[in-house]
């Protein structure tokens, strides 16, 4: 009897990113998994044929870096996105008159770089009287909230010392609003946790987007903890989403650092800081599964607040600061390694990324593991030798494309002409040897992956200007960061990633091949379909003989 496939897509420009057989015609898909991929007609038969006539066909895209409660939650907040302090004010105006008395006005998205300054407790006050008000920045290192809210937290007419953050004040000693980096946990202890519904709420709007972006799976970058988290209770949120049907993309899971704890293993286990039941890295499958330990080292170069080894542009007495003692940071490290865990490490700064690294090195005499896959997340300002380090140690770097147009100018102008040749490094990567990944940091920056591909390439700021051009890579390399890469990141390249047979039907289909078209026409280009375990999860409506799921998010 001939074999028959479930699903079979013909007179398709096929890019399968797998270097031994780089490009096909026809896929065909068994259950949710790839069953064979060819060069003309097929001689099998499918209980569904789909003529993609022409259409691009991708692996589907993989953001390895995300935060995907806090991108569902933005898009019921205030959109901050704007160019002055006066537009954002009117923005706050507009959205406490349309929330319910006794709420909080909450918005996101802010720039202070942009709108010319940070917004002030006193404007919010008067555009906002009687209200609570939280204003997110753009890149989630910081905060600026009303008088109402200081006044609950007790700090309206004085700043406390806050370990790994701050509050700013004015030259008086008068809070200004504006809570840095760990600061904001201080908010946290009036807003959170939020409830299970709202965040599975949260992670459905999202999921609804990531597909008609073409994406299949994500990497939530820190649940359960810390400024990053939203609830203790942040996994059953998603076990909640996919429950209903309504989980939308495969997620990885980063746990914060703050959610891991003693858990009274036997000193033989190594197990010194864990998850209650030695719950750890790989617990899961493949739709929901924990990655690794997230842990912030440092702040942002928007902010200033990234640790530096020589002080920001015009700022002599600021070279940003860790989030904790270095010490800590490097013994939580650790004893992640040691207990079995996968290690994300925030580190932007060039001070940040020399404890990561110091860190990783010392993990790996004190405890060889094969193959633990540890990551440095942004590898934002880093120096040549700190690139050749992070080879030798087999480390992921995981910088995001898009920042070069969204912050690429405030962080040209935070570290100065001598040092904007480390900025958010690609080409320098693979040069080393190592595997790039692909990823936005959503909501810092838009998460179209399309977006993130046009800036790895074209490597521009808003202004025009050129960002690091020398790091920039071709479309090529682009989009296997953003297919096998960030597979390879997740230590999933064995199932997805690339057109293989045996790997999950996991697709996107794009109304042009990217690596036909010139480099400013990428963003452009438009997502037909995504295919996600060989069901289709989106259809823009162009292909309408893609009917092939239940449930279509349509546009």
């Avoid at 939020?194 to 990497?219: H, K, M, N």
């Avoid at 690609?426 to 940091?441: E, F, H, T």
Wanted: include cysteine.
């Amino acid at each position: 009897m001939p074999y028959e496939a479930d699903l079979l897509l013909v007179n398709a420009n096929v890019l399968t990113i797998d270097p031994g057989r780089p490009r096909a015609s026809a896929v065909a898909v068994s259950g949710d998994r790839i069953a064979g991929v060819y060069d003309g007609d097929p001689a099998i038969t499918a209980r569904s044929v789909v003529d993609l006539k022409g259409a691009t066909l991708l692996p589907g895209f993989h953001d390895a870096h995300n935060h995907m409660i806090g991108f569902g939650l933005s898009r019921t907040e205030a959109d901050l996105r704007v160019a002055s302090l006066g537009e954002l004010y009117d923005r706050v105006a507009s959205h406490a008159r349309t929330t319910k008395a006794g709420e909080w006005v909450v918005g996101s998205g802010y720039d202070q770089t942009k709108t010319g300054g940070h917004p002030h407790r006193d404007a919010l006050d008067n555009v906002a009287p009687g209200r609570r008000v939280w204003l997110k920045h753009t890149s989630g290192h910081m905060c600026v909230v009303s008088s109402l809210v200081l006044a609950d937290l007790g700090i309206d007419t004085a700043a406390p010392q806050v370990d790994g953050g701050r509050v700013a004040t004015d030259e008086a000693g008068r809070p200004t609003g504006l809570l840095e980096e760990r600061a904001q946990e201080l908010v946290a202890a009036l807003t959170h946790p939020y409830p299970v519904r709202t965040l599975a709420d949260a992670i459905a709007r999202a999921g609804e987007q990531y597909l008609r972006e073409g994406l299949t799976s994500v990497t939530e970058a820190g649940i359960g903890g810390g400024w990053v988290g939203h609830s203790p209770a942040e996994l059953a949120a998603y076990q909640a989403a996919r429950d209903a049907g309504r989980l939308h993309v495969r997620v990885e899971l980063m746990v914060a650092s703050e959610v891991l704890h003693g858990i009274g293993a036997h000193p033989s286990d190594g197990i010194e800081l864990g998850l209650d039941l030695g719950i750890r890295t790989g617990f899961g499958d493949d739709w929901l599964r924990l990655g690794p330990m997230k842990i912030f080292t440092d702040g942002s170069l928007v902010g200033r607040t990234a640790a530096m080894s020589d002080p920001y542009e015009g700022q002599p007495a600021n070279a940003g600061y860790f989030q904790a003692g270095a010490a800590d940071l490097a013994a939580t490290i650790v004893a992640a390694h040691r207990a079995g865990w996968r290690v994300a490490a925030h580190a932007i700064g060039d001070r940040a990324i020399d404890l990561a690294l110091d860190a990783f090195g010392t993990a790996a005499a004190a405890y060889p593991r094969k193959d633990p896959r540890h990551r440095i997340e942004h590898f934002a300002a880093a120096r040549p030798d700190q690139v050749v380090t992070a080879s030798e140690r087999s480390l992921l770097a995981v910088p995001q494309g898009r920042f070069c147009t969204e912050l690429g100018d405030a962080m040209m102008a935070a570290v100065g002409p001598r040092r904007q040749s480390w900025l958010y490094r690609q080409r320098s990567l693979l040069d080393a040897g190592m595997v790039l990944p692909g990823s936005s940091d959503r909501p810092v920056a838009a998460g179209a992956p399309l977006l993130g591909i046009h800036d790895m390439v074209n490597r521009r700021t808003a202004s025009g200007a050129p960002f690091n051009a020398a790091e920039a890579v071709t479309v090529e390399q682009a989009l296997r960061a953003y297919t096998f890469g960030s597979a390879y990141a997740s230590k999933a390249e064995h199932v997805k990633g690339t057109i293989e047979p045996g790997k999950f039907a996991d697709f996107v289909v794009l109304s042009e091949d990217p690596t036909a078209v010139g480099p400013d026409r990428i963003a452009g280009l438009a997502v037909l379909a995504t295919i996600v375990g060989g069901q289709l999860r989106y259809d823009s409506g162009v292909l309408g003989t893609l009917a092939l799921a239940d449930a279509i998010v349509r546009v």
